[in-house]
């Protein structure tokens, strides 16, 4: 019975083993893929506004709580501000701040975009806000739309 049960478990390691080999196999070696997150766009602007002519407001998103808008001031066309990192005082490697214009009966006329992206040959610090922040103009699109008011979304702020 002691032999029988040597070769049993000589046969359960030998099975087991066989399995195992120090060379990888061909479909282990290559690493495997990470799902990549596709880039979520900016949700569409609502056709109409409760908003009054001379006002632009801020609509809360992820990076509100990380940013101050001031000086903001609405004319024919465009809308002009500056916008403070409140979070740090890194570098800004890229900021979109979207406008949605609308006249004064609070329908959407226009939208417009700013955009800010580091670029690298500019030196060191160029795009690093300091207390003065970094001021904006986003012109409505069609220009010739009359605005009265403004939303503005940030979709895209990273900092170092």
């Known amino acids: 019975m002691r032999r029988g049960a040597g070769v049993l478990i ?6 087991v083993l066989a399995g195992c080999s120090a060379t990888p196999h061909p479909a282990d070696s290559a690493p495997a893929a990470a799902p990549v997150a596709a880039p979520r766009s900016a949700e569409p ?5 409760s908003i009054a002519p001379g006002e632009v407001r801020l609509t809360p998103g992820p990076f509100t709580d990380r940013v101050r ?18 979070s740090d005082v890194s570098d800004v490697l890229a900021l979109e701040v979207h406008a949605a214009f609308y006249d004064a009966t609070g329908h959407l006329v226009a939208t417009g975009t700013f955009e800010q992206a580091a670029e690298q040959s500019l030196t060191p ?6 207390e003065e922040g970094i001021p ?3 012109t409505a699109a069609p220009a010739e739309a ?15």
């Open 136 to 138: 904006f103009t986003i």
């Open 69 to 86: 808008v001031r000086d903001t001031r609405v004319d024919v066309s465009s809308v002009h501000g500056v916008l403070t990192i409140t």
């Open 125 to 130: 610090g160029a795009h690093t806000p300091g």
């Open 146 to 160: 009359t605005t009265t008011s403004a939303v503005l979304t940030i979709p895209v702020l990273v900092n170092e």
């Open 45 to 49: 602007p609502a056709a109409t506004a």
């Open 10 to 15: 000589g046969g359960l390691l030998a099975a």
